[in-house]
């Protein structure tokens, strides 16, 4: 859904809370309340559903339908997410989980990511807002793709003295900064985002069954995106006219022309059909043809 700039392992702006957290290295409640010095709770526990072990494999599905009537010009299976870089991985390594005292989840294996199921599991098991802050952020980045740090130990619940000047409401807000979404300056692009991101925070608040299968679905999709993708999350999420702007938003990125929007129908670009031809010529015919090409100024 997001600009490959943005994604890129080696991006400073929004690397991944899924991929680079300390949940996602194995970090658990029980060692966070410890390391920050945690013995108070100020929400409910909230017990995750049963793991549904009879949840049907998800089967490919590599279409461009999807429910609702919307069509995509996209199928299933061909948008990348975020990469994997294991030496980001191992360099983000938090400095409390570096121990072999440290309790880490169970099931994690070194070098590999926290399952999703097991860290959502572990999300709702948490009582306070600084531990989950704790679990979804990495000081080894300074702001994540979900940056939380408003909700951090040392700035949640009290007055910052030093650094910051004027009046009251200069202080850290009780925020959550959504930060994939690159710049724009179409109105559509922003009301979208905007939406999709308190349609986001609505479904949190919701029932925690219809929570877990979203969560589910996702963790799904990470081994099989050829049955679910940011579309079908979207229409799940009842944001159809949004799932349209950010189609329309991704193809112009991609220099994609759409001809009919209700039927997925697409114009390809010139320039990849062009190379695409030209990689097809023996190389010495195709040297002659290697010269910078030129536009006109219209």
């Known amino acids: 859904m997001h600009s490959a700039s943005r994604r890129a392992h080696d991006s400073v702006w929004c ?6 957290s300390s949940l996602a290295h194995g970090a658990s409640v029980e060692e966070v309340r410890k390391y920050i010095h945690n013995i108070e709770d100020e929400v409910e526990h909230l ?17 461009r339908e999807r429910e609702q009537n919307f069509v995509s010009i996209f199928r299933r299976g061909t948008l990348e997410g975020y990469t994997f870089d294991s030496r980001q991985f191992y360099d ?9 005292n440290a309790v880490k989840l169970p099931g994690f294996v070194s070098g590999v990511p926290t399952s999703i199921r097991t860290a959502a599991q572990e999300l709702f098991s948490a009582r306070h807002p600084s531990v989950i802050s704790f679990l979804m952020e ?19 619940r ?4 030093g650094g910051i000047s004027g009046p009251v409401s200069h202080q850290p807000k009780r925020t959550i900064e959504f930060r ?26 919701g029932d925690t069954s219809y929570v877990w299968k979203l969560i589910l679905d996702c963790a799904d999709a990470e ?37 009919d929007e209700a039927r997925g129908r697409i114009k390809k670009p010139l320039l990849p059909r062009l190379y695409k ?20 100024p219209t």
């Open 15 to 20: 690397p991944s809370n899924r991929l680079y």
């Open 47 to 63: 017990a995750a559903p049963d793991p549904e072990p009879d949840r049907p494999e998800p089967t490919p599905r590599p279409t």
């Open 92 to 100: 983000s390594m938090p400095l409390f989980l570096d121990d072999e």
């Open 138 to 156: 990495n000081t080894y980045h300074s702001r994540m793709a979900y940056n939380l740090k408003a909700y951090g130990p040392s700035v949640y």
């Open 158 to 161: 009290r007055i910052q003295m």
């Open 180 to 205: 994939q979404a690159a710049g724009t300056v179409n109105p559509d692009e922003v009301i979208a985002h905007g939406k999709i991101v308190v349609r986001i925070c609505e479904a949190a608040l």
């Open 223 to 259: 081994h099989a995106n050829t049955w679910y993708d940011v579309f079908d999350l979207l229409i799940e999420l009842d944001l159809i006219d949004e799932a349209r702007v950010i189609q329309r938003q991704m193809a112009n990125e991609r220099a994609l022309v759409i001809k």
């Open 277 to 296: 031809t030209l990689s097809k010529i023996p190389g010495s015919v195709r040297s002659l043809c290697s010269l910078p090409i030129r536009t006109s």
